[in-house]
């Protein structure tokens, strides 16, 4: 069985928009799925024309990719492990109905979010002869695999230094490009949102509130958010505790729940359900906590958090202490050192002086380097200048 061809494109006008298709597998909507949702909402479209690949396991997605105007194919990319017999037919028939949306859409970049659709979708440009872009979001490869898969991009996007530091730390790949993630600023009132919200979670107007956000799992640290929460309330009882994020693992909510109930704050500690309306949640904040035990790729929570002026303090490992400057923008606490981290969140919820000069830089440094704007710019400057590339072979 061999993979599909097709005919090599004829050149193109010099005013015709680059097509780019964006290709993603992922079934929930996590932060690099509202990441490329909002990389869609800002390209300049008199320059662009996009379509997007993906999964129909995430209604939310696939209905928030069609409100961008984008156009939407729907694909199934199975993973590239498992049983090794039926592996060739699995890529092999992915292959081909991404090639067969390249009929249609005739893209001349292909951009993957994610390893397993960058695989498909190297394969899938090098066929029709368009240009290969990948996101690379994470640490959770082998390094090996890296340095094949980096030969089959024209381009590649570290989301952070940390991440393009633990894969090419030497500097061998000038076509790897940092452009942290943005957030669209917010473009509602945050004293309204602050306001509306509290009275949603029935929390009184005038009660602190720190809050964490992110999926629960055991590495994001909420246990230890609790276990901070329980040594703040015991100096600061009318103090609010807020969790939120998916539920990946009900057992491990569970337990958190139980925790906090054995610590006697179960009845201060509240778990929202996912939104998607997160920054207006977070308004309700005096303080964001990020808690992550291992290194994160980015922490894109923590510059959401900086969009809606919040004061940060945050896991030292990895990404977040690239955006967060200690003392200046943001604190950085190791969340395993929960006397620490109890300490920090009681002086930001009871100074206000304090908390408010860290907000307002850690404002000053969303607008100068998080805000989407100059995410979707340096993205689109990295599409022109492959376009204007000849294919390379990368070595």
Request: overall charge positive; hydrophobic content about 40%.
């Amino acid at each position: 069985m061999n993979l599909p061809t097709i005919q090599p494109r004829p050149s193109s006008p010099v005013n015709k928009k680059t097509r780019v298709l964006f290709v993603d597998h992922t079934p929930i909507l996590g932060g690099a799925q509202i990441s490329l949702l909002e990389l869609l909402e800002t390209v300049d479209r008199d320059l662009f024309d996009v379509a997007v690949a993906c999964s129909n396991r995430c209604e939310e997605f696939l209905e928030s990719a069609e409100k961008t105007g984008a156009k939407v194919f729907v694909v199934k990319f199975p993973r590239l492990r498992g049983n090794f017999v039926s592996l060739p037919l699995r890529y092999i028939g992915t292959t081909t109905n991404l090639v067969n949306v390249c009929r249609k859409f005739k893209p001349d970049i292909i951009h993957s979010n994610s390893v397993r659709t960058h695989i498909y979708g190297a394969t899938t440009a090098k066929l029709t002869r368009a240009k290969a872009v990948w996101t690379l979001r994470d640490f959770e490869f082998p390094k090996r695999v890296f340095t094949r898969l980096v030969r089959w991009a024209d381009a590649v996007i570290s989301i952070s230094e940390a991440i393009h530091h633990n894969y090419d730390g030497g500097h061998n790949y000038p076509h790897l490009h940092i452009v942290p993630n943005g957030i669209c600023a917010p473009q509602f009132k945050r004293s309204a949102a602050r306001s509306q919200v509290r009275e949603e979670f029935c929390i009184p107007d005038d009660a602190p509130v720190a809050g964490s956000v992110g999926r629960m799992l055991p590495w994001k640290g909420q246990l230890e958010f609790v276990k901070a929460a329980a040594k703040v309330s015991s100096k600061l009882p009318e103090a609010r505790f807020i969790l939120m994020g998916n539920v990946d693992s009900l057992e491990y909510k569970t337990e958190v729940e139980e925790l906090a109930k054995e610590l006697g704050i179960g009845d201060k500690v509240i778990f929202p359900p996912f939104r998607r309306d997160i920054l207006r949640c977070m308004c309700v904040f005096d303080v964001l906590v990020h808690t992550s035990k291992e290194p994160e790729p980015f922490g894109r929570v923590l510059a959401e958090g900086m969009s809606v002026e919040l004061p940060v303090i945050a896991s030292p490992f990895g990404g977040p202490a690239e955006i967060i400057e200690h003392g200046t923008s943001g604190l950085l606490v190791n969340p395993e050192h929960t006397d620490e981290l109890a300490e920090a969140i009681y002086r930001v919820l009871t100074d206000k002086a304090y908390a408010s000069r860290l907000a307002a830089k850690a404002r000053q440094v969303f607008d100068e380097k998080y805000d989407q704007a100059i995410e979707t710019k340096a993205v689109e400057d990295i599409y022109r200048s492959i376009m204007a590339e000849g294919r390379k072979v990368r070595k």
